[in-house]
C-alpha cells in the first residue's frame, strides 16, 4: 500500500477518537474521506463540518457510489470494534476489497518518520499530547496522532514541516505492534483488556513485543517498577530511577515539581494542568524531549502553558462555589489517581462523585478495586454500565459494585436522577468519572452548577 496513491478513503467507525484522526489527515492530503458511525457526536459532527461526509446507518446503499470496487487509489479502514455481522463490512469484504486496521494505517504513516511513541493501560494519551505541545510550543514541530482532544489546539491530530511524529500507541487488540518507534515511552502496564489478553501475563508479553519493536539507536523511556525486560531509562516521583520528579509542591492551587536526569536538572517547573499522576506524565516527555535536543527552557516554558486533554482532569467549572472536574477514568488505577488529585487540591471539601463503569467485562475483572476506589469519595452517584461492544454478562451490573462498597452514602442513579441530586444537594465539589456517554452530563451540570 503506497499512501501517496490514495484518493479515496472510507473508514468504518470514523466517530472514534483514533479513526476520526486519519480521517482528518487524509482529508488533509486532499482525498475524498467518509465514513460510517452509529452515533452522532461532537466528534462526527465536527467531521461533517470540515466536509467529511459521515452516515449513522449500518446499510451498504448509503456508501457512496466511487467505493464500488477495490483499486490502488481506496482505502478501506475498520476498528476492530465495529460488529462482524456489519452489513458495511461485508459489503467491502464481498466486493473484494482488503482492509486494514487504524493501527495497520498508522504503522504505515510513521514508517519512515522519526517516531516518538507513547504506551500504556493510563497516563498514554496525557503524555503523547505533552509531548507533541513541547516540540510544537518550542518550535522543534512534529506531526501527532493522539488518542483525545488536546486542549491546546482543538484537535486530535497535529502536523508539522518535519519528520517527527508523535503517536499514541494502543495496547488494544495488540494494535501498538505494528509501530516501530525511534523513542518509545511506556507508562504503565496494569491489567486490561481482559476481554482481549485472557490474563495480566499476556499484556505484559504484549508490552515486551512492543518495546523489542524500537529501531536500532532508539530509546525506552519506563515507569520505575514496570517489568519490561528490555534496556531503558526508568523515571519515577521520588523514588530510585534513572529520572526523578522531587519536591512535589502545590502553590496557589498550581502543582510544581523539579526534574532531574543524568544530564539537566529543571526546577520549579509549573503545570499547565492539574493531578499528582500528571508530574510523573510530564517527567516521561520531558524526557523524549530532551532525546530529541529540545532546549530546557523551552520545555519548562510549554509544560506551564500545557491545557490538557479534553476530558482528562478537565475543570468545567471553577469558582468560590463550586469545582467540577471531568475525566476520562475508567480503570480502578485511573479512579485511585484521578480522586486522590483531587483529594490532594480540595481536602476540606464534601467529594460528589458520578462513575459510570465501561464494559462488564472489566467491570467483572476489578469489581474489588472499583469498589475500594470508589470508597474514597464522600459520596457515590453510580450509573447503569455502558456495555460499548459488549453483551451483558449475568450477575454483573452496578448494584454489584455498590453491594462491594464500605461507603454509606451511595445510590445507583439514572443519568436525569444525577442532575436533579445536584440541583438539590448544590454539591461544592463534583468529579465525574467514565470512558461511556457520561460525557451527555458534562454540559447540563455545567449549567446547573453555574446558575444555582
Known amino acids: 500500500m503506497e499512501l501517496r496513491n490514495i484518493q479515496r478513503v472510507y473508514l468504518a467507525g470514523i466517530g472514534g477518537i483514533g479513526m476520526s484522526g486519519l480521517a482528518r489527515y487524509f482529508a488533509r492530503l486532499g482525498c475524498i474521506v467518509c465514513g460510517y458511525d452509529k452515533t452522532s457526536t461532537d466528534l462526527t459532527l465536527a467531521l ?20 464500488d470496487k477495490p483499486c490502488d487509489g481506496t482505502l478501506i479502514i475498520y476498528t476492530p470494534a465495529m460488529p462482524k455481522d456489519s452489513a458495511i463490512l461485508n459489503y467491502f469484504k464481498q466486493k473484494g476489497f482488503e482492509l486494514f486496521k487504524r493501527s495497520q494505517v498508522l504503522g504505515l504513516i510513521s514508517k519512515g518518520m522519526y517516531t516518538v511513541a507513547v504506551a500504556g493501560t493510563h497516563g ?3 503524555t503523547s499530547c505533552m509531548v507533541a505541545h513541547i516540540l510544537k510550543d518550542s518550535g522543534k514541530d512534529c ?6 482532544i488536546a486542549a491546546n489546539y482543538q484537535s486530535n491530530v497535529l502536523y508539522g514541516d518535519n519528520d517527527i511524529m508523535v503517536v499514541e500507541a494502543d495496547e488494544y487488540d495488540r494494535s501498538f505492534l505494528t509501530l516501530h518507534p525511534d523513542i518509545a515511552i511506556i507508562t504503565s502496564m496494569d491489567a486490561d483488556h481482559l476481554d482481549i489478553y485472557g490474563d ?46 522531587s519536591n512535589v509542591r502545590i502553590t496557589d492551587g498550581d502543582f510544581y515539581f523539579d526534574f532531574t536526569n543524568a544530564d539537566h536538572r529543571i526546577n520549579d517547573i509549573k503545570m499547565g494542568i492539574a493531578g499528582i499522576h500528571n508530574i510523573e ?3 516521561a516527555a520531558i524526557q523524549a524531549c530532551l532525546l530529541l535536543d529540545v532546549d530546557p527552557n523551552a520545555i519548562k516554558s510549554a509544560l506551564a502553558s500545557f491545557k490538557g486533554v479534553k476530558r482528562r482532569f478537565e475543570y468545567i467549572v471553577k469558582n468560590d462555589q463550586h469545582i467540577y472536574i471531568d475525566d476520562y477514568a475508567h ?52 450509573l447503569d454500565i455502558y456495555p460499548a461492544r459488549e453483551l451483558p454478562l449475568e450477575g454483573v451490573n452496578s448494584q454489584m459494585l455498590l453491594g462491594r462498597m464500605k461507603l454509606w452514602n451511595k445510590r445507583k442513579c439514572g443519568k436525569q436522577e444525577v442532575l436533579d441530586i445536584v440541583r438539590i444537594e448544590n454539591p461544592e465539589l463534583l468529579l465525574t468519572v467514565g470512558a461511556g456517554d457520561i460525557d451527555q452530563l458534562v454540559q447540563p451540570l455545567k449549567n446547573i452548577l453555574e446558575h444555582v
Open 48 to 67: 461533517q463540518h470540515e466536509g467529511i461526509q459521515v452516515i449513522y446507518e449500518d446499510r451498504a446503499e448509503f456508501i457512496p457510489i466511487n467505493f
Open 124 to 126: 498514554k494519551t496525557t
Open 143 to 148: 506531526s501527532a496522532f493522539l488518542g483525545g
Open 200 to 245: 495480566h501475563s499476556h499484556l505484559t508479553e504484549s508490552f515486551r513485543l512492543f518495546a523489542s519493536q524500537i529501531k536500532d539507536g532508539g530509546h525506552l523511556v519506563y515507569r520505575r517498577g514496570l517489568l519490561i525486560q528490555h534496556d531503558g531509562t526508568t523515571y519515577s516521583i521520588d523514588e530510585n530511577s534513572d529520572i526523578i520528579a
Open 281 to 283: 506524565n510530564a517527567t
Open 331 to 382: 480503570h480502578p488505577e485511573e479512579l485511585r489517581a484521578a480522586i486522590a488529585s483531587v483529594r490532594r487540591l480540595y481536602p476540606d471539601k464534601k467529594l460528589t462523585v458520578v462513575f459510570q463503569p465501561h464494559l462488564f467485562t472489566r467491570t467483572r475483572d476489578f469489581a474489588d478495586g472499583f469498589a475500594e476506589v470508589l470508597d474514597m469519595a464522600d459520596q457515590l452517584l453510580l
